[in-house]
């Protein structure tokens, strides 16, 4: 078991097993037949995108993107930008986007607005977390694994200052 006297469990491994697992069944159903992209944002969803995709039985694609608003600590610059784009077309697609956390709303925003430039068939958004008292822009998520306080959350993928991102549950991080 992991200790750190900076980080108390929020939500646990197993809780996030049995949450991906339920998620990847009703994208399984929900994609059924349509040719899927999974467009995981780096870094923070990549864990999070790894135990979904394997999850679901579907034949899809996968792709990963870089977008940053958080350039060091903890709070966001508001502005979100593109850090690596992704290598495929995405015209025709289906895409879903895989999001560690929806904050404010800023980022996934700018990237459905980015990708319908792009002329997808549709696009879905997952987040793991949605934390709904931070939103500044409402956007639509279609499938999101857990509603969570203010608080800086690490582990599972999420981090600060690129650190705790392999802790196997989701912790609040005491920063005082």
Known sequence: M??????????????????????????????????????????????FCSDLIRSMDLPLEMEVLGVSSYPTGAETTGEARLTFDL????AGKHLLLVEDIVDTGLTVDFLKKTFEARQPASIRVCA????????????????MGFSVEDHF??????????????????GVLNLG
């Open 153 to 170: 959350l690490v582990g599972y993928g999420l981090d600060y200052e690129e650190r705790y991102r392999n802790l196997p549950f989701i």
């Open 87 to 90: 290598t495929k077309p995405l």
């Open 2 to 47: 992991y200790s750190d006297q900076h980080v108390t469990m929020l939500i646990s491994e197993t809780q996030l097993k049995t949450r991906v697992q339920e998620m990847a069944q009703e994208m399984t159903r929900d994609f059924q037949g349509k040719e899927l992209t999974v467009v995981a944002v780096l870094k923070g969803a990549l864990v």
């Open 128 to 143: 793991l977390l949605h934390k709904p008292s931070r939103t500044r822009v409402q956007v639509p998520i279609d499938y």
